[in-house]
Nanobody, 123 residues
Framework: QVQLVESGGGLVQAGGSLRLSCAAS????????MGWFRQAPGKEREFVAA????????YYGDSVKGRFTISRDNAKNTVYLQMNSLKPEDTAVYYC????????????????WGQGTQVTVSS
């Protein structure tokens, strides 16, 4: 069992940066691939980024490539999402998620989810 808690969301102006954190409970965190997803009002949940259990492989959604960076620190049971050059269209609730096995951009493939953290980008 893994519990995930996101933090770091907030209000930022367009062009600014935020770093989201996702703290995981449980001793098996390093066994899980982790992903970040987001959901804006009235829209479907969208894949943002994913990272392998070791941290050596990463994968990004097209809308965030070159602007966002996912990373993890298995010693701290934490995964991060560094978001730069933020745009108003990045406004959403951001969720972290975990799954055993290979990372994926498919939300239903993830077993564990955090409660989400709100990111609002003003123009």
């Amino acid at each position: 069992q893994v519990q995930l808690v996101e933090s770091g969301g907030g209000l930022v102006q367009a062009g600014g940066s935020l770093r989201l954190s996702c703290a995981a409970s449980g001793r098996t965190f390093s066994s899980y691939a982790m992903g970040w997803f987001r959901q804006a009002p009235g829209k479907e949940r969208e894949f943002v980024a994913a990272i392998s259990w070791s941290g050596t492989s990463t994968y990004y959604g097209d809308s965030v490539k070159g602007r966002f960076t996912i990373s993890r620190d298995n010693a701290k049971n934490t995964v991060y999402l560094q978001m730069n050059s933020l745009k108003p269209e990045d406004t959403a609730v951001y969720y972290c998620a975990g799954k055993l096995g290979y990372y994926s951009d498919y939300a239903r493939g993830y077993t564990y989810w955090g409660q989400g953290t709100q990111v609002t980008v003003s123009s």
